[in-house]
């Protein structure tokens, strides 16, 4: 039976909230794409500097021109600057509400 190395976690910090360093401004409540999801700037956060993006809680964002559903799992399209249905490398969360193709914005729980 092969024996397993016991691993010993740091306690870093809640991870509601992590510190973004900009690679160009950041204003404040804006989406800001990470690697595999989206965040929303806290504060305003000038190129260079490092600020508050927050990982958590349900915003209103501009949405495509899509019917959307209470569950459904959002995509944040960078190039449109808007949430999307269409499955996309960058996950902007859930829908919190019901959105008809007509409207501009969804609330979205992130992450």
Do not use: C, F, M, W
């Given at each position: 039976m092969a024996t397993t190395?016991?691993?010993?976690?740091?306690?870093?910090?809640?991870?509601d909230?992590?510190?973004?360093?900009?690679a160009d401004d950041i204003a404040y409540m804006q989406v800001v794409p990470l690697t595999a999801r989206i965040g929303i700037a806290l504060e305003?956060?000038?190129k260079g500097e490092t600020g508050t993006?927050?990982?958590?809680g349900a915003f209103r964002l501009p949405?495509?021109?899509v019917a959307m559903t209470v569950g459904e799992k959002l995509y944040w399209d960078?190039?449109?600057?808007?949430?999307?249905?269409?499955?996309?490398?960058i996950v902007a969360g859930y829908?919190?509400?019901?959105?008809?193709?007509?409207g501009t914005t969804v609330a979205v729980r992130i992450g």
């Open positions: 190395k016991p691993a010993v976690a740091e306690y870093v910090q809640r991870g909230n992590i510190d973004y360093t900009a305003a956060i000038p993006v927050t990982l958590t949405a495509a021109s960078a190039t449109a600057g808007n949430v999307t249905a269409t499955q996309g490398d829908a919190t509400e019901a959105k008809a193709e007509a």
